[in-house]
């Protein structure tokens, strides 16, 4: 069936280097695409969204890019920082309005 | 403006019983979405409410049932728990569906 799925399951990076999360898709009638970060014994948190009619968006020291033709998304944070460490999941709906996870990669800044 | 607020955040129960979860949105917003978050399965989309009804179902056995009420506060309801029901269950609130979702805490039930 229809799934999300993370390339990675943990990512460690060096204190200020750019961490880069990856997230696939499988169906190609999504048309919403979400990241969120959680951090341990909280809620996800809404990071950045990007609908499909745009394949780059760009927030606060993230970016998130859409590559629509490999069914791919991705998560940049710039200048990672040890409040940065959580897990990320990636998300995504379709006219169905089911909204699906991602496994999550887990990050990890070293100082 | 206040967040999603969830009660209660922590719960146990046994086999056999059932649960009553709720969830105030943020003001001004009509859709609430429940999920489902344990270590094995990761966030499973249980159900989303919008103007006090069920408008999106997931993939989940007809003992998880929701309502929403007219101030867009949420109550979901698992009967006759099982094991495998110990979960965070997560809620989140959005303006609509397809928008930015904000989550709550989460209620952190054990069933043993």
């Known amino acids: 069936g229809e799934s999300v799925g993370l390339h990675l399951p943990t990512l460690s990076v060096q204190e200020g280097d750019n961490s880069i999360i990856n997230c696939a898709y499988s169906?190609?009638?999504?048309?919403?695409f979400i990241w969120y970060k959680q951090e341990s014994g909280k809620g996800p948190q809404f990071i950045i969204d990007?609908?499909?009619?745009?394949d780059k968006r760009q927030g606060q020291r993230v970016t998130v890019l859409l590559n629509k033709t490999v069914k791919h998304l991705s998560l940049q944070i710039a200048a990672t920082q040890p409040g940065d460490s959580a897990v990320y999941f990636c998300?995504?709906?379709?006219?169905?309005?089911?909204?699906?996870f991602g496994a999550g990669t887990r990050l990890t800044v070293k100082p | 403006k206040a967040g999603v607020t969830q009660t209660p955040r922590y719960l146990i129960k046994t086999r056999g019983q059932q649960v009553t979860l709720s969830c105030s949105p943020i003001?001004?917003?009509?859709?609430v979405s429940w999920y489902q978050q344990t270590p094995g399965q990761g966030l499973q989309f249980l159900f989303e409410?919008?103007?006090?009804?069920?408008?999106n179902k997931g993939n989940f056995p007809g003992r998880f049932s929701g309502r929403q009420f007219s101030n867009s506060r949420s109550e979901m309801n698992v009967s006759t728990l099982e094991l495998g029901d110990s979960a965070l269950y997560l809620c989140?609130?959005?303006?609509?569906?397809?928008?930015?979702?904000?989550f709550g805490p989460g209620t952190r039930l054990t069933v043993t």
């Open positions: 989140a609130s959005s303006p609509d569906y397809a928008y930015e979702q904000y």
């Open positions: 169906n190609s009638a999504s048309d919403y």
């Open positions: 990007i609908r499909s009619n745009m």
């Open positions: 998300a995504e709906t379709d006219n169905n309005n089911d909204m699906r």
């Open positions: 003001s001004g917003h009509r859709s």
């Open positions: 409410y919008f103007s006090e009804t069920q408008r």
